[in-house]
């Protein structure tokens, strides 16, 4: 069978990808292929991330195990059949490509060719601009302005941590802790 996926980002509204795999071949390919038609450094971390019909994530499959401690399986790309996670047309997928502020590409799986296959995954069509590879973290998350930390503790004043003076009976009433507690 060959998958037919269609690609876009929110980021750049004009930008779509139409990608064909064989639904045998790996995640690893289909990464390669996006990264290849965007002009993306493959050398970066990456996922993809199945998700329900509401674009909420469901299973991780990762560029890299970073050997978290998790009772969910660990879906490699390397190893990982496409088909194995994706089995219907219109299931949803996000390619999370920039790690650092979570950036994505959504992906729909738009048609199954039945009986069809494909030696190598083939880019098809590309219209518009792709999403920037990289923003800097401030475009994301712009620093607020904001008062000083000094100038937000003058202005709180004494009430906010309380009397100045230190009352060791007020901390007795706590009792002692094991060392084993701590």
């Known amino acids: 069978m060959v998958y037919k996926f269609l690609i876009g980002s ?11 795999i064989d639904s045998g071949d790996t995640f690893l ?8 038609a965007v002009g993306f450094d493959k050398g970066q971390m990456n996922s993809f991330y199945i998700c329900d019909e509401d674009w909420n994530k469901e ?3 990762t560029y890299v195990d970073m050997g978290t401690d ?21 299931q949803r997928l996000k390619f999370v490509f920039d790690y650092m502020t ?4 959504y992906m729909k799986l738009k048609e199954i060719k039945f009986g069809e296959s494909l030696m190598d995954p083939l880019c098809q069509r590309k219209v518009g601009r792709p999403p920037k590879e990289s ?4 475009t994301i998350f712009p ?7 000094t100038q937000a503790i003058d202005d709180l004043g004494e009430e906010f941590y309380g ?3 230190f009352n060791a009976e007020e901390l007795e009433e706590f009792g002692e802790m094991p060392n084993d507690e701590i």
């Open 143 to 149: 620093k607020t302005q904001s008062t000083t930390t």
């Open 135 to 138: 923003v800097e973290f401030e």
């Open 59 to 61: 299973e991780e499959v």
């Open 29 to 36: 390919r289909l990464r390669n292929e996006i990264l290849d």
């Open 10 to 20: 929110e980021e750049s509204e004009n930008f779509k990808l139409e990608i064909l």
């Open 102 to 105: 979570e950036r994505y590409m």
């Open 163 to 165: 009397d100045e003076q």
């Open 70 to 90: 998790s009772d969910q399986d660990i879906w490699l790309m390397e190893s990982t059949k496409i088909d194995e996670l994706v089995e219907e047309e219109e």
